[in-house]
């Protein structure tokens, strides 16, 4: 019911929900899941392996951990509008996964080395938009010159299809020399 769930967020709560259709089958009611069922439902997932297939690793614990949160939020929106009694998954225990160790810093000298790498021109200032001004993969796909502001040395970062979410708005990102160079 939120229009300004991204896409991809729209994805993960599909996949959540197909989960939970799998565990509970297609016909189950939600305001009968009990919290036992919950953290039964929370220990098979930690057991299933990616697309059910039986040659592929289990789903990692950053997934299950997905998986869950995903499904707590959706239940306390069900519990919010009266459709379940109690929100079954509030006392599933799933702390989010550590994160892996501290990536390094990558040096000026090895980026310089990358972008010479590079095929062409376009994948060099791709790179440079993603290293320099931080842009994400589809915010440099979708940029236009017009959003270039060549005298204040500025790129305005729309998000995508122009609307705004809780993980995507505009901003305005500086162009060092560097990237400045590479933008010409």
Not at 111 to 140: D, T, Y
């Amino acid at each position: 019911q939120n229009a300004h769930l991204s896409d991809t967020t729209i994805v993960r709560y599909k996949a959540a929900l197909t989960w939970l259709e799998r565990f509970f089958g297609k016909d189950a009611v939600l305001a009968k899941i009990t919290p036992g069922q919950a953290l039964d439902f929370a220990a098979w997932l930690r057991e299933q392996r990616r697309e059910n297939d039986p040659e592929r690793d289990v789903l990692a614990p950053a997934t299950v951990w997905g998986i869950l949160t995903f499904l707590r939020s959706f239940m306390d929106s069900a519990e919010t509008q009266g459709v379940t009694g109690r929100n079954p998954f509030e006392s599933v225990k799933n702390p989010q996964p550590k994160m892996a160790e501290e990536k390094p810093y990558v040096t000026v000298e090895q980026v310089e080395k990358a972008i010479e790498a590079c095929p062409n021109s376009s994948w060099r200032l791709f790179f440079g938009l993603a290293r320099f001004a931080g842009l994400r993969v589809m915010e440099a796909l979708h940029l236009e010159l017009g959003h270039v502001d060549w005298q204040a040395r500025t790129i305005d970062v729309w998000p995508r299809d122009g609307i705004e979410t809780t993980k995507q708005a505009k901003r305005t990102v500086p162009v060092s020399p560097r990237l400045y160079a590479l933008l010409e």
